[in-house]
């Protein structure tokens, strides 16, 4: 953005098109999500009921606009920690526990990893999995558009304002709990898990999954499905 001629105009016009993405997408009555790659990932998962798309520009309680993270690209939702069906392969190798992560495959089965395995970092991955019943649950998915800058630079950066701004991922463990609408009527995390079916775990890690192949589909209650993503980049 900074390359651009006028850069603030850019960044508006940037934050401009990611609420209109969350507008288009919260717009939709989704029951649940196809995720696909040539590379051999094929899972569905559902968002919890009251979680909504988040992203873009935020709002203080004063009403003032302003952009928590810069780079700007992702949008995401809170998973529902049951519904996750299917097999994901990460796309790029991602940092985990103090090491990193290559070539990873999970299996999910009414929505925990029932098996793994990794080109490199297994033992990672099985101690990040082992941490708690929740670690083995989805969290999070983010959906970032492939056709940016960023995704062209690096396969990881090591900074996560970076890393989850550059790929389309799955949270494994905890999600972000702003995604809720009426987050201050629960009176904590146990009650917030059981009434919405979002996850909680004492870990929180980020499996990239996004390339170009990427295609992501969504099923509307009423029978009907339409496609959000196609080669990795957004269509709404």
Same mark, same amino acid.
Request: hydrophobic share 40%; glycine share 8%.
């Given at each position: 953005?900074?390359?651009?001629?006028?850069?603030?105009?850019?960044?508006?016009?940037?934050?401009?098109?990611?609420?209109?993405?969350?507008?288009?997408?919260?717009?939709?009555?989704?029951?649940?999500?196809?995720?696909?790659?040539?590379?051999?990932?094929?899972?569905?998962?559902?968002?919890? /009921?009251?979680?909504?798309?988040? +992203?873009? !520009?935020?709002?203080?309680? &004063?009403?003032?606009?302003? %952009?928590?993270?810069?780079?700007?690209?992702?949008?995401?939702?809170?998973?529902?920690?049951?519904?996750?069906?299917?097999?994901?392969?990460?796309?790029?190798?991602?940092?985990?526990?103090?090491?990193?992560?290559?070539?990873?495959?999970?299996?999910?089965?009414?929505?925990?990893?029932?098996?793994?395995?990794?080109e490199k970092g297994e033992h990672l991955l099985s101690l990040a999995l082992s941490v708690d019943e929740g670690a083995r649950k989805l969290?999070?998915?983010?959906?970032?558009?492939?056709?940016?800058?960023?995704? /062209?630079?690096?396969?990881?950066? +090591?900074? !996560?304002?970076?890393?989850? &701004?550059?790929?389309?991922? %799955?949270?494994?463990?905890?999600?972000?709990?702003?995604?809720?609408?009426?987050?201050?009527?629960?009176?904590?995390?146990?009650?917030?898990?059981?009434?919405?079916?979002?996850?909680?775990?004492?870990?929180?890690?980020?499996?990239?999954?996004?390339?170009?192949?990427?295609?992501?589909?969504?099923?509307?209650?009423?029978?009907?499905?339409?496609?959000?993503?196609?080669?990795?980049?957004?269509?709404?």
């Amino acid at each position: 953005m900074l390359s651009e001629e006028n850069p603030q105009q850019a960044w508006k016009e940037h934050a401009a098109l990611i609420d209109s993405r969350l507008a288009a997408i919260n717009r939709l009555d989704i029951s649940h999500l196809i995720m696909t790659t040539e590379a051999g990932t094929n899972l569905k998962l559902s968002a919890v /009921e009251e979680s909504r798309w988040r +992203g873009g !520009v935020r709002k203080l309680p &004063n009403g003032r606009a302003f %952009l928590p993270q810069i780079p700007l690209n992702r949008i995401s939702m809170l998973a529902n920690r049951v519904m996750t069906e299917g097999v994901v392969y990460s796309s790029k190798p991602f940092p985990l526990l103090g090491g990193q992560v290559e070539g990873a495959r999970l299996e999910f089965s009414h929505g925990s990893v029932v098996s793994f395995s990794a080109e490199k970092g297994e033992h990672l991955l099985s101690l990040a999995l082992s941490v708690d019943e929740g670690a083995r649950k989805l969290g999070e998915c983010s959906l970032v558009d492939q056709n940016t800058p960023l995704t /062209e630079l690096a396969d990881f950066f +090591g900074y !996560v304002g970076f890393d989850e &701004n550059a790929l389309t991922s %799955l949270t494994l463990g905890m999600g972000e709990a702003y995604h809720l609408e009426a987050l201050d009527t629960y009176t904590d995390e146990f009650e917030l898990q059981e009434k919405t079916g979002c996850n909680v775990s004492s870990i929180r890690f980020r499996l990239p999954i996004g390339d170009d192949q990427l295609s992501v589909v969504a099923h509307k209650t009423d029978g009907t499905t339409i496609t959000i993503m196609e080669n990795g980049a957004f269509l709404l």
